[in-house]
């Protein structure tokens, strides 16, 4: 059993590139989400998709887009990458968007730019 | 301005004994704290949770604590083992959800002692 499955696990690219971190789970949730967490740090809420169709900006939604493909995926997309950018990725889905419901998450994509 | 705060970046405890790992908040429209745990290079997995209406719940041998009118938490873990070892983030949310979403703190590294 999958869950959350990201895709790449890691990567690096240079100042100005653009990228596009991919997400998907099997656990038939209706809620996606979008983290970062920088070193000791807490992660933060970059965007979110309470379900097909809508996608709403988190805590830190600056320089980042999302698409929600399907029920199944959900994408981040860095259209002009910057240092500032540097982070780990989780991705996150849930069965509602209602925050006490307990939140699976994918193992992170590990993001760095030079 | 950090909502949920975890004082203690790191704690060691030996094997058996009992781990307390303590969360505070500043922000009184939190009403749902979840407790999650996460090992090196995967994603956080959901521990435990606690409804601002009680003052304790316990799943095995995890038990959180509430003091509300303190803004205080904390989880219990009796006895500690080898496997309790790893990342516990302590975080909070008010019921309407939304763009708040979940305000995690910044995490306490475990580690447990054999």
């Known amino acids: 059993n999958a869950g959350v499955t990201q895709t790449p696990k890691f990567q690096v690219l240079k100042t100005g590139q653009s990228m596009t971190l991919q997400c998907a789970q099997d656990?038939?949730?209706?809620?996606m989400y979008w983290y970062r967490q920088d070193p000791g740090m807490g992660l933060r809420l970059i965007y979110y998709s309470a379900s097909e169709g809508t996608t709403d900006k988190g805590e830190v939604p600056n320089g980042y887009n999302v698409s929600r493909l399907n029920k199944r995926e959900f994408s981040l997309r860095l259209e002009s990458a910057a240092p500032s950018q540097t982070s780990v990725y989780f991705c996150a889905s849930s069965e509602a968007v209602l925050f006490y419901e307990p939140q699976h998450f994918g193992d992170g994509t590990r993001l760095s730019i030079l | 301005d950090q909502q949920v705060k975890q004082n203690s970046p790191s704690l060691s405890v030996q094997e058996g004994r009992i781990s307390i790992l303590n969360c505070d908040y500043t922000n009184s429209m939190f009403d749902y704290f979840l407790w999650y745990k996460k090992y090196p290079a995967e994603g956080p997995t959901f521990l435990i949770s606690?409804?601002?209406?009680?003052d304790k719940n316990e799943d095995g041998r995890f038990t959180v604590f509430l003091n509300k009118s303190a803004k205080h938490l904390s989880l219990h873990i009796v006895p500690s083992q080898p496997g309790d070892s790893a990342v516990y983030f302590c975080a909070a949310s008010g019921s309407g959800g939304g763009a708040d979403g979940l305000t995690f703190g910044k995490g306490t590294h475990l580690i447990i002692q054999p």
């Open positions: 656990m038939n949730h209706n809620s």
């Open positions: 606690i409804s601002s209406i009680k």
